[in-house]
């Protein structure tokens, strides 16, 4: 008889986002804007800021895997790995893995950074599915975390309106019901970084006098650009996944896209023929929290899934990086207790 394939399924989930609130009308006084403005062309209307300066990625990482320790009452020593997607790691050098597996006490893991910007919960998602599915490790954590508003130049109108600060993380855990991620599809466009980065404070131009005073050490975006790119990577990464598996749009039950700007989520949604209502958005409440967008929905809209569903998660962002993830959904720890 054939051994039932691993996958890897999502058993717990744990999130994180700062108190402290930066709405649109705190911006009309910062920059020159409007909650119009911001409204009718991202759907953002405000984003949580982690303000406290002894605080950093790693904190707001270690409290969302502290968070889901605590729900599924999940000893922190039985955790064997954690992969933290961010692009604004504490500090360039160490990996800010590190600093969580301290912080939430995961003593027995192992543990490193991925930095695929918008899409690097999804690249870690498939990496910690691979670690499950090898059988070498029984429970991998996969979190995506970052603190924008440290990378974010408030005096530019154009990137500031856009970001947040949050984390989410995931605990993956072999399942052979056929459960998890079932399947993953992924590009990588170089020519993209032309469109969408920090240029300096890495080893081409590091940081200085000159690169500070130029703003060099903030994102810069080419939005329409960018705008156009996210629309056709998702939606394309989207199809060609489906047609692999074998699932129409029917069969689809939730799709969960990077939240950039809720023009691009109904674009995505319109273009695959998916009812808005199976199109999870908390653009509204976070913006754009990088790596952090797709965990934190996972989070939010936990209690609207069910055993089963079919979900397509997909995210498009610096590098160019972009792809789509196919889920099974199955059940929580804390569902069991
Ligand atoms: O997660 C990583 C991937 N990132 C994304 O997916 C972001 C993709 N890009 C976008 O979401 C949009 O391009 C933006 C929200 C960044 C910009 O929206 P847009 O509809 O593409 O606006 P635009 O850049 O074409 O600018 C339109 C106008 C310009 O004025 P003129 O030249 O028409 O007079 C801008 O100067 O809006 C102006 N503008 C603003 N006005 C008020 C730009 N930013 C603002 C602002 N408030 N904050």
Known sequence: MNKRRITAEITAIGGYVPEDRLTNEDLEKLVETSDKWITERTGIKERRILRDPLLATSDMAAFA???????????AEEVDCLIL???????LLAPA???????????NAWGFDLNAACSGFLYALSMGASLIESERYKKVIVIGADQMSAIVNYSDRNTC?????G???VLLEPSTAGIGVIDNLFKTDGKGVACLS??????????STETLAAGRNYVQQDGRTVFKAAIKGMSDAC???????????????WIIPHQANLRIINAVGNRLNFPLEKVKVNIQRYGNTTAATIPLCLWDFQDDFTAGDNI????????FTWGSTYLKWGTLRHHNL
């Open 65 to 75: 895997v502290k968070k889901l320790l605590e729900d599924s009452r999940l000893p």
């Open 85 to 91: 997607a961010t692009s604004t790691p504490d500090q």
């Open 97 to 107: 893995a590190s600093l969580v597996c301290e912080k939430a006490g995961l003593n």
């Open 161 to 165: 309106i856009l970001f947040g600060d």
């Open 167 to 169: 984390a989410g993380a």
């Open 198 to 207: 920090v240029p300096a404070g890495g080893s081409l131009e590091p940081a």
């Open 239 to 253: 199809l060609e996944i489906m047609e692999r598996n074998n699932l129409t749009n029917q069969d689809v039950d």
């Open 312 to 319: 397509l998660l997909t995210a498009f962002g610096a590098g």
